[in-house]
Protein backbone atom coordinates (compact mmCIF):
# COMPACT_ATOMS: atom_id res chain seq x y z
CA UNK A 1 0.00 0.00 0.00
CA UNK A 2 1.73 3.63 -1.13
CA UNK A 3 0.27 4.89 2.29
CA UNK A 4 1.95 2.83 4.56
CA UNK A 5 5.12 3.32 2.53
CA UNK A 6 5.02 7.07 2.57
CA UNK A 7 3.68 7.18 6.58
CA UNK A 8 6.71 4.32 7.21
CA UNK A 9 9.46 6.47 4.96
CA UNK A 10 8.14 10.01 6.67
CA UNK A 11 8.56 8.15 10.33
CA UNK A 12 11.95 7.07 9.33
CA UNK A 13 13.01 10.70 8.05
CA UNK A 14 12.20 12.22 11.35
CA UNK A 15 13.66 9.61 13.66
CA UNK A 16 16.43 10.16 11.58
CA UNK A 17 16.61 13.42 11.69
CA UNK A 18 15.71 13.97 15.71
CA UNK A 19 18.85 11.01 16.31
CA UNK A 20 21.62 13.04 13.66
CA UNK A 21 23.12 14.50 16.72
CA UNK A 22 23.67 10.91 18.05
CA UNK A 23 25.41 9.45 15.47
CA UNK A 24 29.44 10.45 16.67
CA UNK A 25 28.14 8.46 19.73
CA UNK A 26 26.53 5.38 18.23
CA UNK A 27 29.54 4.78 16.06
CA UNK A 28 31.97 4.88 18.63
CA UNK A 29 30.01 2.29 20.56
CA UNK A 30 29.87 0.09 17.43
CA UNK A 31 33.47 0.59 17.20
CA UNK A 32 33.93 -0.37 20.73
CA UNK A 33 31.74 -3.61 20.55
CA UNK A 34 33.34 -4.69 17.86
CA UNK A 35 36.36 -4.95 19.82
CA UNK A 36 34.92 -7.92 22.08
CA UNK A 37 33.48 -9.59 19.07
CA UNK A 38 35.13 -12.24 17.13
CA UNK A 39 34.24 -11.50 13.54
CA UNK A 40 35.57 -13.92 11.82
CA UNK A 41 34.41 -17.16 13.38
CA UNK A 42 32.49 -20.41 13.04
CA UNK A 43 30.05 -22.80 14.94
CA UNK A 44 30.84 -26.37 15.38
CA UNK A 45 29.08 -28.42 12.52
CA UNK A 46 26.39 -31.03 13.36
CA UNK A 47 25.66 -33.92 11.13
CA UNK A 48 21.98 -33.89 10.02
CA UNK A 49 21.15 -37.26 7.48
CA UNK A 50 23.85 -36.71 5.05
CA UNK A 51 25.23 -33.04 5.82
CA UNK A 52 27.23 -31.30 8.09
CA UNK A 53 25.79 -28.23 8.94
CA UNK A 54 27.60 -25.10 10.16
CA UNK A 55 27.57 -21.05 10.26
CA UNK A 56 30.07 -18.57 10.28
CA UNK A 57 30.77 -15.39 10.15
CA UNK A 58 33.22 -12.93 7.84
CA UNK A 59 34.53 -10.22 8.71
CA UNK A 60 33.08 -6.52 7.22
CA UNK A 61 29.89 -8.99 6.90
CA UNK A 62 26.70 -7.26 9.40
CA UNK A 63 25.22 -11.31 9.39
CA UNK A 64 26.17 -14.93 9.56
CA UNK A 65 26.37 -16.92 6.97
CA UNK A 66 24.07 -20.66 7.33
CA UNK A 67 26.20 -23.65 5.24
CA UNK A 68 25.90 -26.58 4.51
CA UNK A 69 28.50 -30.04 3.65
CA UNK A 70 28.19 -33.12 2.19
CA UNK A 71 29.27 -35.34 4.40
CA UNK A 72 31.92 -38.10 2.56
CA UNK A 73 30.40 -41.13 1.74
CA UNK A 74 32.66 -43.75 3.46
CA UNK A 75 31.22 -46.89 5.09
CA UNK A 76 33.67 -46.64 7.98
CA UNK A 77 32.94 -42.75 8.44
CA UNK A 78 33.96 -41.19 11.93
CA UNK A 79 31.82 -37.92 11.93
CA UNK A 80 33.77 -36.40 14.87
CA UNK A 81 37.40 -37.72 13.78
CA UNK A 82 36.74 -36.19 10.48
CA UNK A 83 34.79 -32.84 11.82
CA UNK A 84 38.15 -32.33 14.25
CA UNK A 85 40.94 -32.78 11.44
CA UNK A 86 39.43 -30.44 8.99
CA UNK A 87 38.30 -27.83 11.81
CA UNK A 88 42.23 -28.24 12.85
CA UNK A 89 43.28 -27.15 9.15
CA UNK A 90 40.56 -24.33 8.59
CA UNK A 91 42.30 -20.90 8.76
CA UNK A 92 39.04 -18.93 8.99
CA UNK A 93 39.24 -17.80 5.83
CA UNK A 94 36.87 -17.66 2.97
CA UNK A 95 39.28 -19.50 0.32
CA UNK A 96 39.56 -22.91 2.69
CA UNK A 97 35.68 -23.98 3.64
CA UNK A 98 35.04 -25.59 6.50
CA UNK A 99 34.94 -29.23 5.70
Not at 4 to 17: F, G, P, R, V
Not at 77 to 90: E, I, M, R, T
Amino acid sequence: NPEILDYLEAENNYTSKRLEHLTPIQDQLYQELLQYMDETSHSFPFLDRSFFYYRRTVQGKPYPLHCRAPKPSDDDFDSGAYVQKHLADWDGSLDTPIL
